[in-house]
């Protein structure tokens, strides 16, 4: 038997949870959250750890590390920010941003092409943590590649650039790119439709292990507990990834996170069905798919959510007898003041609002759909993106869905996209919704390289399984 | 050697569902010594500009069946020239209008529209495969590497597509003949 503590360094919070594992279980003791110390990270780190243990914050960190084993993850200033690079935007940059979010980075900006001299101005005053850089199939276009790598080169940018491309040129690309920091990778796109996104995800991440640490004190908590971070997206990714490895009844599952600045979306589903009268276009998505959406959160991000998601707001408003402009107030007060807590009935349904629009359009934008076309041969659906259908459980995580007592938010949403333009959207077609009830699955996640039924385990049995009123 | 091989794209145009004669072109051309990107059925000229371009394409291969191609086909050529492949081979064939039109007024409408070759639906795939090579090598030149030709086909100058076929080196010539053409 012993202590298991995982700690999660967010942006906001820190929280940690410690763990009892025993032969064969593990069982969650305690849960705890602190304010992060932003300056220096290992204050917050600390005394989440002294909490979780027990002890008082005098105790070293020396002596702590003696009491249990320690995992952390940290959201890295909310994200590894990463620039994708590809030829054409539906076939390998598609794959480009795919990678990067599946590696737990947000895509601050994308490129297909040739990059202009603007767009490597763009690059350099948005100093991405890492430039994904792919383009061609193996043996494929050149061209591209190599002009682009050239104006790379001659750019000041200072950040590593993961080579993910074309694999004829790999070499001359690390040539022309000397004064970089180039890391060669398998190429995302060997061939017009394979998908190949894993090789150049495992690089994203050892870059975060090796540069992203430094500063803010996290260097010293890795020498500390010789254990590196994991960027929190990942240890979800890793978590739903596992999940239907140990328990095949929760296979096809999906999960929500929504944050205050952004909105996850992962699903682990087969991305398409071969059959007769359905024609896949466009690149076959991975089995196991995140996407991240950094315009959707409810406080950092809730100006924009309000602008992207006015359609679906207005709409709810109208449902519920609620006026546009008292919202737009509240926008603005909790934009204000990101701190902020709703008061009253009103406030608490418009809060609940804006969590839908989250889950709708970040659905709406990871979700495949159907075009119905009439060929001479009958009909036929074509479709674009990734079928969740199948998917039976949608899982609720972050500090909002774990804490909503019924399904409501997430499935009212997502049935209102059931009637989204003329596309037949591949929702869930009767998914039970859960939520993540002790906000676990980040923290869990942290434990699946050396845990992994474990952690699943618990998972699995911690949840709480939501009512779903009428429908 | 993967590398040495030319690339084509194949695929049938529109809404055309049409699966079996383009897997036997897919098997045939492969069979000739063509790295085959095949795009199957219902494909956009979007779609066959696009995996040209990843895949520094030499020709693309339409198929239409079902008499459409004519709707299908307007602007392909621009598109493609938008794109910047300018240089790209473009071959159609199939059923390529409904009714009687006699085959040379469809060849005619059909290059007129910037493809390069028009086949009949009963034409000899081996003859197609020998014109392609053909087609190939004077606008390209022999050698197939991807960087080369890459950089060549995005100069699109004329002296390159001018270039004499004997002057180039005879690669293609060793290229192993397939036993008979088996195109059932």
């Given at each position: 038997m012993k202590t298991v503590v995982s700690i999660d360094i967010g942006s906001t919070w820190t929280k940690g949870a410690a763990f009892e594992l025993t032969a064969s279980e593990l069982e969650l003791l305690e849960r705890v959250s602190v304010p992060t110390t932003?300056?220096?990270l290992v204050v917050g780190f600390h005394e989440t750890l002294a909490r979780l243990l027990h002890?008082?914050?005098?105790?070293s960190l020396e002596e702590l590390k003696g009491l249990a084993e320690v995992f952390f993850s940290s959201s890295a200033k909310g994200g590894l920010r990463i620039a994708a690079i590809g030829l054409v935007p539906d076939l390998t940059l598609q794959l480009a941003k795919l990678a990067a979010m599946s590696a737990?980075?947000?895509?601050?900006k994308s490129f297909s092409f040739s990059l202009t001299s603007s767009d490597v101005k763009e690059l350099e005053r948005l100093s991405p943590d890492i430039v994904l850089f792919s383009g061609g199939t193996d043996g494929g276009n050149s061209k591209y590649i190599l002009e682009n790598a050239q104006k790379l080169e001659s750019s000041r940018l200072s950040c590593p650039i993961v080579y993910a491309g074309n694999r004829a040129v790999a070499e001359e690309v690390v040539n022309i790119m000397k004064s970089r920091e180039v890391i060669v990778t398998e190429n995302?796109?060997?061939?017009?439709g394979q998908v190949n996104i894993e090789p150049a995800r495992e690089k994203i991440r050892e870059i975060f292990l090796k540069r992203?640490?430094?500063?803010?004190g996290l260097a010293e908590i890795v020498e500390l507990f010789g254990a590196q971070p994991k960027p929190t997206p990942l240890a979800v990714f890793e978590l739903i990834s596992a999940i239907p490895e140990f328990?095949?009844?929760?296979?096809d599952l999906a999960a929500i996170d929504i944050g205050g600045a952004t909105t996850d979306f992962y699903s682990n589903t087969e991305s398409y069905l071969e059959t007769d009268t359905v024609v896949l276009k466009g690149i076959r998505e991975p089995k196991v798919k995140r996407t991240v959406e950094?315009?959707?959160?409810?406080?950092?991000?809730a100006r924009s959510l309000f602008e992207t998601g006015e359609d679906y707001l207005r709409d709810r408003l109208g449902e519920e007898g609620l006026e546009f402009k008292h919202m737009e107030e509240f926008v603005s007060r909790i934009s204000d003041k990101i701190d902020y807590l709703p008061v009253g009935e009103k406030e608490h349904i418009f809060d609940r609002l804006l969590a839908e629009a989250c889950v709708y359009y970040a659905a709406l934008r990871h979700i495949g759909g159907w075009k119905e076309i009439y060929t001479p041969q009958g009909k036929v659906y074509m479709q674009t993106g990734k079928d969740?259908?199948?998917?039976k459980a949608i899982i609720g995580s972050g500090g909002f869905l774990s804490e909503e007592r019924t399904a409501a938010v997430m499935a009212i949403p997502l049935k209102k996209l059931r009637?989204?333009?003329e596309e037949i959207k591949l929702l869930p077609e009767k998914p039970d919704f859960y939520r993540d009830r002790y906000y676990l699955f980040s923290l869990l996640g942290n434990l699946i390289e050396k845990y992994p039924r474990e952690a699943s385990t618990l998972a699995v049995t911690s949840v709480e399984k939501l009512n779903q009123k009428g429908d | 050697m993967e590398n040495q091989k030319d690339t084509i794209v194949i695929g049938v145009i529109?809404?055309?569902?049409?699966s079996v004669g383009n897997k036997i072109l897919e098997m045939f051309f492969t069979s000739e010594g063509f790295k085959v990107v095949n795009l199957g059925v219902m494909v956009s000229q979007q779609e066959f500009v696009d995996a040209a371009i990843e895949t520094n394409a030499r020709a693309i291969l339409v198929s239409s069946l079902y008499g459409h191609a004519e709707i299908d086909c307007q602007g392909f050529r621009e598109l493609c020239i938008e794109k910047g492949l300018d240089p790209i081979i473009l071959y159609i064939g199939g059923n390529?209008?409904?009714?009687?039109?006699?085959f040379s007024v469809v060849e005619e409408k059909f290059k007129k529209m910037g493809f390069d070759r028009v086949f009949p639906p009963d034409v000899d795939l081996k003859q197609v495969a020998e014109l392609l090579r053909q087609d190939i090598k004077e606008k390209f030149?022999?050698?197939?590497?991807?960087q080369e030709a890459g950089a060549r086909a995005n100069q699109t100058s004329p002296k390159n597509q001018s270039q004499?076929?004997?002057?180039?080196?005879?690669?293609?010539?060793?290229r192993k003949e397939p036993e008979g053409s088996r195109t059932e």
């Open positions: 932003q300056n220096n002890q008082d914050g005098h105790t737990g980075g947000k895509v601050i995302l796109m060997p061939e017009i992203i640490v430094v500063g803010r328990y095949p009844e929760w296979s950094g315009d959707l959160g409810l406080r950092v991000s969740l259908r199948r998917v009637n989204y333009g | 529109g809404s055309d569902c049409h390529l209008a409904v009714g009687k039109t006699p030149g022999s050698c197939s590497k991807g004499p076929a004997d002057q180039i080196s005879q690669n293609n010539n060793n």
